[in-house]
């Protein structure tokens, strides 16, 4: 029986996935590469969660104060770096080799440039960011927020350059080199993060630095990637500083709404952090321990919202929209499944995850009663919620997926969240409560636009346009 389980499975994925652009083969290798990959990130982004842990609740504490703040940054330049990875991925549906060259190029000088100008101003006003949000906290956990808001600043330069190329090389379904950058970069952190924390005894500027000389070691391994190793479009360096009109613009049309949804989605989460910064130290840790678990637990899936991305997008480049559909909903009927096995596999093991974050008897409790919260919802809500934006991004429809966005977060997650963590008294629980609203609220809108055919047509209108 097994066997003949095995094979209608395999059939079935092949009926669902198999199509004149890719085969189910080719979908299941590069899946379970960006699966290795994504756990790779999350694993140790676990390992630094949990040594900076071991300083005390104070710096793991302050490390998810100013946490919202460094994201909100990183992500414009994040945005530019996803915008100009659907350009190549488009470009790459037809074939146009000369189009590659010049977004990989383009789009990597423009995420530098701008991580440049964000660091500065992060750092000069770090300080008073960290002062103005939080003036009630403790003086050590304003000390500890500062040192680490600069420090990963710097660190934002490098990484800018790495995080263009390695979106780049996902978009071309280069995912076996991606994942060579990862373990690069991820290890190097690891191993320095060890050095500096548990061996030099640094605390939060052990951190800080690991990130520094991990990210720039990363960067010199992406440019040597797609310059020497794996240069199979006739990549130069001139490409990284020639900029061409409509490519430009392609990439600023596709990353700038996704930029500023960005940077809205995080001044909400700022919002909320200020909101939860009136709880106990001991609740912001058990938060953000809970928040990480969380990102472990979503990495299946979110390797399939990865892999949509790529195959959508060339798939939108080669005109085949009907395919982009097809493909699009056959992947979060999937995603639906993969996050449920998800799941069931590592809620058992949630005893064990906790022991390695050190958490506390008193923060225990709280974490697992929220991520029980999450784990219903989860399976029912988050691939729809999350996988159709990725499918309305790469045909251009970025403004009605940043609309949605802002306003479900916005609704869910500021005001209800508020409520029912501050004014009903439910403490942390009750912004998890309203993370699972702000889920459904996604869900629903993104779907309803994926049954029209509207989205099907703006990025074809923005070109012609």
Known sequence: MKGEDMH????????????????????????????????????????????????????????SMVGTVNGMVSLVFTS??????????????????????KAIGEVTGICGVVAVVLSLVLIA??????????P???????????????????????????????????????????????????????????????????????????????????????????????????????DFIRFSPSTTREIFS???????????LQGGMLLVQIYLARLTTTELAAHAVANSILGVLVVPCTSVVTLSGTVCGQCYGAGK???????????????????LISVLIFYPLLPLLLQFYHASPEGT???????????????????DSSLPAMTLRVAGDSIYTGIVSVAALALARCVLGYLLTITFHMGVPGVWVAMCVEWLGRAVALRMRMRGTTWLHVGKQKKEA
Not at 254 to 264: Q, R
């Open 321 to 339: 929209w009907k395919l982009t559909r097809r493909y699009s909903i056959n992947m979060i009927r999937i995603g639906r499944i993969i996050t």
């Open 80 to 101: 530019m770096a996803t915008g100009g990875a659907i350009v190549v991925a488009r470009a790459k549906g037809r074939n146009d080799y000369s189009e590659i060259r």
């Open 136 to 238: 009630n906290v403790e003086p050590i956990l304003v000390e500890y927020a500062v040192t680490y808001m600069r420090m990963m600043a710097v660190s934002f330069i490098p990484f800018s350059v790495f995080n263009a190329i390695f979106n780049i090389l996902r978009s071309l379904g280069s995912i076996r080199q991606s994942l060579i950058l990862t373990v690069v970069i991820n290890l190097i952190h690891m191993l320095l993060s060890l050095l500096f924390i548990n061996g030099m005894h640094m605390g939060v500027e052990g951190s800080g630095l690991s990130y520094i000389l991990a990210r720039a070691i990363g960067m010199v391994a992406a440019l040597l990637m797609v310059l020497r190793f794996n240069n199979d479009y006739g990549l130069h360096f001139r």
């Open 254 to 264: 596709l990353g700038m709404p996704l930029a500023v949804e960005s940077v809205l």
């Open 125 to 134: 006003a770090s300080e008073w960011i960290v002062r103005a949000l939080y």
């Open 8 to 63: 209608f499975l395999q059939q079935k994925m092949n009926d669902l996935l198999t199509t004149e652009q890719f085969t189910y083969k080719e979908l299941r290798s590069m899946y379970l590469t960006l699966l290795l990959d994504q756990f790779f990130i999350m694993i140790i982004g676990m390992v630094s969660t949990a040594l900076v842990s071991s300083v005390g609740e104070a710096a793991i504490a302050a490390v």
């Open 365 to 383: 409790p709280i974490i697992m009663t929220v991520l029980r919260i999450a784990m219903v919802c989860l399976p029912i809500l988050w691939c």
